[in-house]
């Protein structure tokens, strides 16, 4: 919980301005197959390929389980967008499978 009453509080809250600078940034991205994406979600069935647990929720867009569809070994590190190198994971999986320690 967030003490107000703290003089750091608003220390802290007047450093940053209400509404906060906008950077534009240039970036690549690679393109992605729409078919690899369906057919490792249709795979999966709404189940985590690294947990085992359903999928965490309903996605309002597709109305399926919604998984993330992870690449084994990285497109930027050469890895093929094919069946043989995807899973369908959930969004936790997916965030200790990028930032999550060994």
């Given at each position: 919980e967030i003490d107000?009453?703290?003089?750091?509080?608003?220390?802290?809250?007047?450093a940053f301005s209400q509404i906060p600078n906008k950077v534009s940034v240039n970036t690549s991205v690679f393109v992605r197959n729409?078919?690899?994406?369906?057919?490792?979600?249709?795979?999966?069935?709404?189940?985590?390929?690294?947990?085992?647990?359903?999928?965490?929720?309903?996605?309002?867009?597709?109305?399926?389980?919604?998984?993330?569809?992870?690449?084994?070994?990285?497109?930027?590190?050469?890895?093929a967008d094919n069946l043989h190198n995807v899973i369908a994971i959930c969004p936790n999986c997916h965030r200790e499978a990028h930032f999550g320690s060994a």
């Open positions: 107000k009453e703290n003089p750091f509080f608003d220390q802290v809250n007047n729409p078919i690899v994406v369906k057919e490792a979600l249709n795979r999966a069935k709404g189940i985590c390929q690294k947990c085992g647990n359903n999928a965490p929720f309903i996605s309002k867009v597709t109305n399926e389980p919604y998984l993330e569809v992870h690449h084994i070994i990285p497109l930027s590190e050469k890895g």
